[in-house]
């Protein structure tokens, strides 16, 4: 969280929703973009889906994960290079749940360090979990994406952001305490 309300006011209108696979992120995320607000998807995601539309496996894409993580985290920073600064925008994930996807794997997250940015987001919410639903591109199980989720949220806070928690609940409840928490701002 910046420190002092000039610095709040040289931070885009960027808003992270970060969570473990299946809390959820998408289908608010969806909802958002249906009322009009800008939103970026998942970077893994995309990627992933890129690569099956040239007819890769799963295993092809993820089967290096070093490898994988850092596509993705190049992903995120040529999105957040091109998102508008003038606009309320919410990413699927930010560049700093590399820090915790990195971590997962093994990886030291000294390069995702080096490109995270003070003051980047306006607020970040972590989605609390919702039963897992296994689907094309996950390959998490409970204990991963228990042990994700408090990465998620060490990561954000070590750099300093607050991390507001939005519990399982329907949809229009989560987008609800979202949008209540942007008109704070």
Do not use: H
Not at 46 to 66: Q, S, W, Y
Not at 78 to 85: H, I, T
Not at 156 to 171: D, H, R, S, T, W
């Amino acid at each position: 969280m910046p420190k002092n309300s000039s610095d709040f006011n040289n931070t885009p209108n960027w808003y992270v929703i970060t969570g473990g696979p299946s809390s959820g992120k998408t289908t608010v995320l969806k909802e958002l973009a249906k009322m009009g607000y800008v939103i970026y998807p998942e970077a893994a995601r995309v990627f992933i889906d890129k690569e099956m539309a040239k007819v890769k496996t799963l295993p092809e894409i993820r089967g290096n994960e070093a490898k994988f993580q850092r596509k993705v985290l190049k992903i995120k920073i040529d999105v957040e290079k091109s998102a508008p600064m003038d606009k309320i925008v919410f990413f699927d994930r930010a560049i700093p749940d590399s820090i915790a996807y990195y971590q997962i794997c093994g990886i030291s997250p000294k390069e995702v360090l080096k490109v995270c940015k003070k003051n980047q987001y306006k607020k970040i919410f972590l989605f609390d979990q919702l039963p897992f639903d296994q689907d094309y591109a996950r390959i998490e199980d409970n204990k991963t994406i228990k042990k994700l989720n408090k990465l998620l949220k060490e990561s954000y806070e070590n750099l300093g952001y607050e991390v507001i928690n939005i519990p399982a609940m329907p949809v229009k409840e989560r987008v609800k305490i979202i949008l209540s928490e942007i008109n704070k701002d």
